[in-house]
């Protein structure tokens, strides 16, 4: 059973646009998400990180924002840029040091 | 839907001993990673293994470790003889070729006394 979604494997977005990467989970014991960004031959990179007690939190140009009732959290990043270009995962925790990772999504930005 | 798994999930070893890590990446996978994270820290790549070989290693896996596919299944993360630094969350990762679709494990918790 996988228990956190990336069900876009690819998205292409405009340098200066927002970017906006979707993830859904089925397990409501989870109450700490993060973001990762990873690229080739690098381990992921931790961005951002909200905890279920919160609905939002920003950090620079990236935001996470968590819809608890419908499972589901999203990173926005305003403004794109080339450097964002990346594999973004979508991770979740149970309050266990375990994670419990998403597909990736790889996200381009086009200049 | 397949998933990744890794036993043990938390192991326990006294300095200097040998450890090994298990994973059984998804079965059509033809790419596999080992990740680390010490707490605290950032993840940290440490192997890829394609094609029954190591492709790239980063600094960090010297030549205490060690990966082996042994039987077509299994994936292992060997650590000859561990360190108290080599404590952390060990990450196994496949993936098909062609796409970004990574599956990672869950993690096995590694505490070296």
């Known amino acids: 059973d996988q228990q956190v979604k990336q069900n876009s494997p690819s998205l292409s977005v405009q340098e200066g646009r927002i970017s906006i990467l979707n993830c859904d989970y089925t397990?409501?014991?989870?109450?700490?998400f993060l973001w990762y960004k990873k690229y080739p031959a690098e381990g992921p990179t931790f961005l951002i990180s909200?905890?279920?007690i919160k609905d939002k939190n920003e950090d620079g140009r990236f935001t996470v924002f968590l819809n608890k009732s419908a499972k589901h959290l999203s990173l926005h990043i305003v403004p794109s840029q080339p450097g964002d270009s990346a594999v973004y995962f979508c991770?979740?925790?149970?309050?266990?040091?375990?994670?419990?990772w998403g597909a990736g999504t790889k996200l381009i930005i086009k200049p | 839907e397949p998933e990744v798994t890794q036993t043990p999930s938390h192991q326990v070893t006294q300095m200097g001993q040998e450890v090994i890590l298990r994973c059984v990446p998804i079965?059509?996978?033809?790419?596999f990673y080992w990740y680390r994270q010490i707490l605290g820290q950032k993840v940290e790549f440490l192997v890829s293994?394609?094609?029954?070989?190591?492709?790239?290693k980063s600094e960090i896996f010297d030549d205490q470790f060690s990966v082996e596919r042994p039987d077509g299944s299994n994936f292992t993360l060997k650590i000859r003889s561990t360190k108290l630094e080599d404590s952390a969350m060990y990450f196994c990762?496949?993936?098909?070729?062609?796409?970004?679709?990574?599956?990672f494990g869950s993690g096995t918790r590694l505490t070296v006394v």
């Open positions: 293994f394609y094609n029954n070989e190591i492709s790239e």
């Open positions: 990762a496949s993936r098909t070729g062609g796409n970004y679709g990574y599956t």
């Open positions: 079965s059509n996978h033809l790419y």
């Open positions: 397990n409501s014991m989870f109450d700490y």
């Open positions: 909200i905890s279920s």
């Open positions: 991770a979740a925790s149970d309050g266990n040091y375990q994670l419990i």
